[in-house]
């Protein structure tokens, strides 16, 4: 197991238009997480999982976002109708409590 | 609601000094853990050094060491003789019972050569 990897690293995408990304956490890990992340700032809390459960989405978190985990193995987090505001890194991580969270590298996204 | 606060937006020491880098957090519980998480430029983010919050002795990992002060909420990381390799944001977060992890805004911290 290589860790957690994101994809795609990059995506640069028009306003309005959806997309997706995708994280492959370490397969033993029942934890999945993702954060928003822009320059010089702390990650921000989106929404995390339980294997399949999603246990809780941000409150300051769009309708436009959403994320799923089936099968309790990779996940999708989704943005619709994307805003310039959106642009930021979402980074994914994973883990198997009590132990720290691994990171993926992270998708940049830049809305034009 | 737990809040992690990093009151050094940005450092720079010379290379081969000691730094602290402040962290305090809030929270109500008693069993929690804490981290120190390192983020170069353009690279992902690794962990440091975690410190569970029932041990009363401070985490060591070569040369980056924690004074934790419970009763003071405070989690200060110590990197002894920096090295250039040492540039980074360095973030204190915080995981609760639920295991939701919180994130404190990050330090800049610059070795100069």
């Known amino acids: 197991d290589t860790g957690v990897s994101q994809d795609p690293r990059h995506k640069i995408t028009k306003r309005g238009q959806n997309v997706t990304f995708r994280c492959d956490p370490i397969?033993?890990?029942?934890?999945l997480y993702w954060y928003r992340q822009t320059l010089g700032q702390g990650p921000e809390f989106l929404t995390y999982?339980?294997?399949?459960?999603?246990?809780?989405k941000s409150r300051l978190l769009s309708d436009r976002f959403s994320a799923e985990r089936p099968k309790g193995s990779f996940s999708t987090l989704e943005i619709q109708r994307t805003e310039q505001g959106d642009s930021a890194m979402y980074l994914c991580?994973?883990?198997?409590?009590?132990?720290?969270?691994?990171f993926g590298q992270g998708t940049r996204l830049t809305v034009v | 609601a737990q809040t992690v606060t990093q009151s050094q937006p940005e450092m720079s020491v010379q290379e081969a000094e000691t730094v602290t880098l402040s962290c305090t957090y809030d929270?109500?519980?008693?069993?929690?853990?804490l981290f120190w998480y390192k983020q170069p430029p353009s690279r992902q983010m690794i962990l440091v050094i975690r410190?569970?919050?029932?041990?009363?002795q401070n985490a060591t990992e070569n040369r980056f060491s924690v004074n934790f002060q419970k009763a003071a909420k405070s989690f200060s990381l110590k990197i002894s003789d920096s090295q250039l390799g040492d540039t980074a944001m360095y973030f204190c977060?915080?995981?609760?019972?639920?295991?939701?992890?919180?994130f404190g805004k990050g330090t800049r911290l610059h070795i100069l050569p």
């Open positions: 991580a994973s883990s198997l409590p009590p132990g720290e969270a691994f």
């Open positions: 397969s033993e890990h029942n934890r």
């Open positions: 999982f339980q294997n399949e459960a999603q246990l809780e």
């Open positions: 929270t109500s519980e008693s069993n929690y853990y």
């Open positions: 410190q569970e919050a029932y041990k009363q």
């Open positions: 977060a915080f995981i609760s019972r639920d295991d939701k992890i919180i």
